[in-house]
C-alpha cells in the first residue's frame, strides 16, 4: 500500500514518540473526536507508547455508537412490521434497540442486509420495484455525501421504492457540546481528518476562539495520530490554543466543493438525540421537504420516540470522557461485547469494549522496550 | 419452474447417461429410485472409484491397525464457487486437514450431498469434478456417501458433509495441553486469501490483482513435520473460521499460557492486505482454508520450519511469535511500530466497520 506504508514507518514513529516524550512537561487530556482514530490507536497498540501526562479520551466519534435507540427501533419496525429491506453498514447489525437489534430482526426473518456503499441498496430498489428498501443513513459527515449521492441517483431514476431512514450527525456542535459542559476535562482535540477533507477548517475556529483549545486536524496512520498529539501538547505546553492542520495532504481549508454542495442540496441541518449525550442543537441531518418521498421517516408515517432511561448504562458520560467504562455497574458484568447494554461496547473501536478486552488481562498492557 | 419439471431423457429408463448441461436437480433425483441412481451414477460414481464405493452398499468396510482419528464436519459456503476452488475442495480438504491437525494421515472420507432443487447439474458436476480431483490428488478416496435432495429455498444450492479416518502419526503427541514456555509459534503460509476472495465475490469487488482462496490439502506438510520433529511438535491448529487470530486466543486460553507474536512477521499478500484495509477487515480474524498453526518445541523451531518449507502446502512458513512464560491465557501483538495490543476471541462475525 503506497501512501500509507511510510505514515506506519517504524523509525519515523519511534522519533515522534521520543520527541512526545521530551516535550510533555504538564498533564494533558486530548480527546481523538473520530471513532477511526480510536480504532488506529489501539489496533496499533499506540496507547502504551505516549508519555504518563498524555491522557487520551476517546470521543463520540463513533456513529454506531450514538445512534439513538428510537432510531434503531424505527429500523428494526420498518423490517419486521412494514416489511421492508433494510440495508445497513456493518457494524450497526449487533447495536441494541429495545427489543431487537437488527441481526436479531434479521433472525427474525427479516431482510436486512449489510452493505459497503448506498449505491448499493439503489441498485437493489431499482431490480425489485415489488421490495421497500430503506437505506440506514447512519454516519458524520464522512459518509453523508455518500447517502446523499444514493438518494439523488433514486430520484433521478423515478424510483418509488427507495428511502432514507437518516441518523446522521455532525462533528463540531458535539465538540462545542462536550467542551461547554461544566464537567469536561477535555484540553485539547484531534479532530476528525476525513470529516475535514468534506468540510473544510471553517468550522473549528469558532471553537478554538470560544473555548481557547488547542484543535488539531489529524489523519489515522500511527505517524499520523503521534504527530498529531506531538502538536497539541507543543501548544499547551506554550500555552497557545490554534486551529492546526496535522492531514494536510488530505484535508484542503474548503474541504470538499462538490460533496458540500449536494449536503446541502439533499439534506437540512436539525436538532439532534445522541445516543447517550441527549439533544444537541443543530448536529444533525435530516431529508429536506422537497425529497420528502425519499425520507422513510415520510413514506411509513414513522413518529419519534423519546430515548428509554439508560438502565444504569453511563455510556453518555464515556462518550463525553468525563467517566472511565470501568467506573459503569454493568461493565463485564451484564455488558460485554456479547451481550451489549450500550453501544460503545459493540463496535470495535468503541471506549468500553476496548477496556473490556484490556481488562481481560491479567498481566499489565505495558511493553518492556525503550519507552515502557 | 417449468424446466425442471419437463420430464427428462430418463423417462426412457432406457440409458443412464449423462442428461446434457440443461439439466437440474429434481426432487426425484432424492427418491432413491432410478433418478436417483442415475445422477448417482452420472455424478458420483463416474468420479469416486473406491472399491469400496463401487459395492453401492450402506457402508464401507475398512481394517486398520493401530490409532486413528476420525473427524468430520459440514460444509455451507455462499457463492458455491468463487475464485480458487468451490464447496467441492473445501469439503475434501477441510476434513484432510481436521484429521492432519491430529496428526493423522487421512485415508478415506465419506461424501454426504444434500442438494437443493433447481441445483443446475452442471454445477453439481463441477463441485464434484473438483472434489474427486482434489481427492486424487492428497490420496485420499471417498469410500461411502449419500445424497437427498430439498425443495427450492430450502438449501444453498449444495451442502456437503465429509467424515475422514485417518491413521495417526506415529511420533504425533498433539495436545492444547502440551503448549509450554518458549515455545515457537510457526505458521504455515499467507493469511487471509480465503476470506477476501469470498468477499470480493460476495461484494461484487474487482480488485486490480485477483485474490484467490487457498484451500489445499495440509497433511502432507503435517507429514514433513512430524517427520522432522515428532513429539516435539506440541499443538497443531488449521486456523479456518475466525482466522488466526482466534485460533491463537483460543490455543492462549486452552493452554492457559500467554502468547507474543510480531506483526511484522504476519506474512500476508499485499492484495490481500489492501483488500483488508480497503474492507474494513483485520487479516487476523480473516478466514484461511489452507494455513495453519503449528506450536513446537523452541529448541526445534528452526528443524521445524525447514521442513515445512520443504512440503507442499506450507512453503511460505514463518515463525510469528513466542509462547510467554506468564500464565495469562492472552495473546498480546507487538505492532509494526512498537506498541502492544491483545489479540482476543472475537465475539462473533467480522462486521465490516463504517469509519
Known sequence: ?372 | MAETLRPAPSMTLACPAPTGDGGHVIMGHGSGGLLSQQLLDRAVFSRFRAAELSQRHDGAVLAFDGPVAFSTDGYVIAPIEFPGGTIGELAVHGTINDLAMCGAMAEVLSLGLILEEGLPLSTLDRVLAAAAGVGDAAGVHVVTGATKVVERGKGDGIYITTAGIGRVHRRAAIAATRIATGDAILLSGPIAAHGIAIMSVREGLAFETPTVSDTRALHRAVGALLDACGEAVHCLRDATRGGVGAVLAELAQQGGRGMRIRQTALPIAEEVDGACELLGLDPLYVANEGVFVAIVDGAHADAALAALRAAPGSEGAVRIGTVADDGSGQVLLESAIGGARIVHLPPGEQLPRIC
Not at chain 1, 497498540?45 to 508519555?51: E, K, Q, S, V
Not at chain 1, 429500523?75 to 456493518?90: I, K
Not at chain 1, 463540531?172 to 477535555?186: C, F, G, Q, Y
Open chain 1, 1 to 372: 500500500m503506497k501512501f500509507l506504508s511510510e505514515f506506519r514507518d517504524p523509525a519515523l514513529v519511534e522519533r515522534l514518540v521520543d520527541e512526545l516524550h521530551r516535550t510533555v512537561r504538564g498533564q494533558w487530556t486530548l480527546m481523538e473526536v473520530c471513532g477511526g482514530q480510536t480504532h488506529s490507536l489501539v489496533k496499533n497498540g499506540l496507547m502504551d507508547l505516549l508519555p504518563p501526562g498524555v491522557r487520551m479520551v476517546h470521543g463520540p466519534g463513533c456513529p454506531v455508537c450514538v445512534t439513538p435507540v428510537p432510531l434503531i427501533d424505527l429500523a428494526v419496525r420498518l423490517v419486521l412490521q412494514h416489511g421492508a429491506t433494510v440495508f445497513s453498514f456493518g457494524d450497526m447489525l449487533r447495536v441494541p434497540g429495545t427489543s431487537h437489534s437488527l441481526a436479531q430482526a434479521k433472525a427474525a426473518g427479516g431482510d436486512v442486509r449489510v452493505v459497503y456503499s448506498p449505491l448499493e441498496a439503489v441498485a437493489f430498489a431499482k431490480a425489485h420495484p415489488e421490495r421497500q428498501v430503506v437505506f440506514f443513513a447512519v454516519g458524520f459527515e464522512t459518509t453523508a455525501p455518500a447517502n446523499a449521492l444514493a438518494l439523488v441517483h433514486a430520484h433521478r431514476e423515478g424510483l418509488r421504492n427507495f428511502s432514507l431512514l437518516a441518523s446522521q450527525v455532525l462533528v463540531p456542535p458535539a465538540m462545542a457540546a462536550v467542551l461547554a459542559d461544566p464537567a469536561s476535562t477535555i484540553q485539547g482535540f484531534l479532530a476528525a481528518g476525513h470529516v475535514c477533507t468534506i468540510m473544510g477548517l471553517d468550522e473549528y475556529e469558532s471553537i478554538v476562539a470560544r473555548f481557547r483549545v488547542p484543535v488539531v486536524v489529524t489523519g489515522f496512520e500511527p505517524v499520523d495520530l503521534l504527530h498529531g498529539i506531538l502538536m497539541a501538547v507543543t501548544q499547551l505546553e506554550r500555552g497557545e490554543a490554534r486551529l492546526e492542520n496535522q492531514y494536510a495532504r488530505v484535508v484542503r481549508p474548503e474541504g470538499n466543493p462538490d460533496a458540500r454542495r449536494v449536503l446541502r442540496d439533499v439534506f437540512r441541518v436539525a436538532d439532534r438525540e445522541w445516543r447517550g449525550i441527549g439533544t444537541i442543537p443543530a448536529s444533525g441531518l435530516e431529508v429536506r421537504e422537497e425529497f420528502a418521498d425519499f425520507d422513510a421517516k415520510v413514506r411509513f408515517g414513522l413518529e419519534d420516540a423519546p430515548e428509554p432511561s439508560s438502565g444504569g448504562c453511563i455510556a453518555g458520560r464515556v462518550l463525553r470522557g468525563q467517566a472511565r467504562p470501568t467506573e459503569c455497574p454493568h461493565f463485564g458484568q451484564a455488558c460485554t461485547p456479547l451481550t451489549p447494554v450500550g453501544a460503545p461496547m459493540v463496535s470495535s473501536e468503541g471506549a468500553c469494549a476496548a477496556y473490556w478486552h484490556v481488562a481481560q488481562a491479567p498481566v499489565p498492557l505495558v511493553r518492556g522496550g525503550r519507552h515502557g
